[in-house]
């Protein structure tokens, strides 16, 4: 069974970091294309940054390039998400994805404040 658990969210101000972690059993991620969305209360999940299976090539979405960085450690069958320079809107819960053609894994999700 394969299960994503998350954890490194957090409360913290403006222009702080965080680095979050996505720790995978029940499967290795080097086959995944894996992935960081978020999430705010009444809106839709959307893709922070994603890395395609089998290759360490990272992609970001608009909003986070330059200050978020995706990585994998096959090792630790881990992917990271380094957080710098946060701003109040990167306020969210935030989801690691696990993703083969049609199937999907989510993580339980972990939370992100940014605030003064």
């Known amino acids: 069974q394969v299960q994503l658990i998350e954890s490194g969210g957090g409360l913290v101000h403006p222009g702080g970091s965080l680095n979050l972690s996505c720790v995978a059993s029940g499967t290795l991620i080097y086959i995944w294309d894996m992935g960081w969305f978020r999430q705010a209360p009444g809106k839709q999940r959307e893709l922070v940054a994603r890395i395609v299976r089998k290759t360490d090539d990272a992609n970001y979405s608009d909003s986070v390039r330059g200050r978020f960085t995706m990585t994998r450690d096959v090792a630790k069958n881990t992917v990271y998400l380094q957080m710098n320079n946060l701003e109040i809107e990167d306020t969210d819960i935030y989801y690691c994805?696990?993703?083969?053609?049609?199937?999907?894994?989510w993580g339980q999700g972990t939370q992100v404040t940014v605030s003064s």
């Open positions: 994805k696990a993703n083969f053609l049609r199937t999907d894994h």
